[in-house]
């Protein structure tokens, strides 16, 4: 048996990398890092912007009823997941932006947005753009240690997946607060802008090649296969 799969993303998406994982025949502990809360909020009046942007699903799952307001501007998501969160708290009109936030706001600008409202967590990605507006619609409060399961992980050498920059600077942070050994973990982060943070030390770091899910998932399964390596080549 390979190495396990650690998942540290927040609920229900940690679920779901897990069924992916599982589907994949991918063994997976899953030990969120986050704990998700909305955040009150106060809607833009009438008028006052003319798209949504959407960095993440959970501004959908924890926005609350005042998602309805803006339910008929067109709305860009970055990632399917995202997408299918929009829709499914009512969004009419949902295209799915390419890489990032900041791709999907150029795609939107090209568009001819002049107005977007960007809905995000509290330590969110600015996007540097005068004309966005921002509302913090929810939170992700990080746990005080690594879980138990996430211990047990990387004491066996775990592939650690990482979905964010601030994952990456909390897993290494509790990772060190353990008295954990990092040589014996290899990374697989969603991109680089979310590998950095983990630091030096680490068995191997790797990253995918696309921004999603899906991708990461195979990278792991990549790094399983070679039993974390240092010289085995992952392409």
């Known amino acids: ?115 977007p409202l960007h809905l995000c967590g509290r330590d969110h990605i600015p996007l540097d753009d005068p004309r966005i507006m921002r509302r913090i619609v929810y939170a992700a409060d990080e746990v005080p240690a690594l879980p138990d399961s996430a211990v047990r992980a990387v004491r066996d050498g775990p592939v650690a997946l990482l979905h964010s920059p601030r994952a990456a600077s909390v897993f290494a942070k509790l990772v060190d607060l353990a008295g954990l050994d990092r040589s014996r973990t290899c990374l697989a982060a969603i991109s680089d802008a979310a590998a950095g943070p983990a630091g030096t030390g680490w068995r191997r770091v790797a990253t995918a090649p696309l921004p999603r899910d899906q991708a990461l998932l195979e990278l792991a399964a990549k790094l399983c296969k070679i039993g974390g390596s240092d010289t085995g080549k992952v392409e």
Not at 59 to 80: D, I, T
């Open 1 to 115: 048996m390979g190495p396990i799969l650690l998942i540290l993303r927040p609920q229900p998406g940690a679920d779901a990398t897990a069924a992916r994982a599982a589907a994949m025949g991918l063994d997976a502990a899953v030990a969120p890092l986050f704990h998700l809360r909305p955040i009150e909020w106060q809607a833009p009046e009438a008028g006052a912007v003319d798209s949504v942007l959407l960095t993440s699903a959970n501004a959908c799952r924890l926005g609350g009823e005042q998602l309805a307001g803006l339910a008929n501007l067109p709305c860009y998501a970055v990632g399917e997941a995202t997408a299918d969160a929009a829709r499914s708290a009512g969004f009419r009109e949902v295209r799915t932006g390419p890489g990032d936030g900041a791709a999907a706001l150029r795609m939107m600008i090209d568009d001819g947005a002049e107005r």
